[in-house]
């Protein structure tokens, strides 16, 4: 099946920086790309869907100025959490779509994200 | 308004079968997928189900009724590390996937 690669899977921030976490189509071209939030025994909330080449689109209740998502190409999106605090800390997750199944099959592994 | 359905947690015997009900509601359909997740990981993908039927795939197999807005995620022959989160998710007719909040299994030896 398609790869997702999603980096890192584990970081650790002070309070106030910013943090950004790349996510990769390895072996297919993503038109699309989500990103979700994860909180511990809950399931996935959808933030933003990532459309290579123009912005991105963010669900209701996210703040994009906090959340930047870019996906510069059809294989790499990028969210970047900006002025972290520790509310932040989460799981985050991407996903892309396939361009050739039109379907959103796989996820990254995942990064979990720690502000101190 | 848009919904998933699924039990909040089963537990089910090693080497027997369960089965993980869902029932949905989206605006369109394009779609029914089931995910498994282990604690601290990501969704891993294991079906797609746009037509009405079983599809069967190792172990595991998947079942829509699109007239009903139902499916179910059949398990056979349980192992040990089945036990995990099990994720329901129907795909509306922008292409956007809904999610239930999963149904937690737990195998007994």
Redesign the interface.
Known sequence: GAVVSQHPSRVICKSGTSVKIECRSLDFQATTMFWYRQFPKQSLMLMATSNEGSKATYEQGVEKDKFLINHASLTLSTLTVTSAHPEDSSFYICSARDIGTDTEAFFGQGTRLTVV | GQNIDQPTEMTATEGAIVQINCTYQTSGF??L?W?QQHA??????LS?NVLDGLEEKGRFSSFLSRSKGYSYLLLKELQMKDSASY?CAG?DSN???I????TKLIIKP
């Open positions: 394009n779609g997928f995910y601290g990981e990501a969704p891993t993908f797609y994720l795909m292409y956007q996937l999610w239930g909040a999963g």
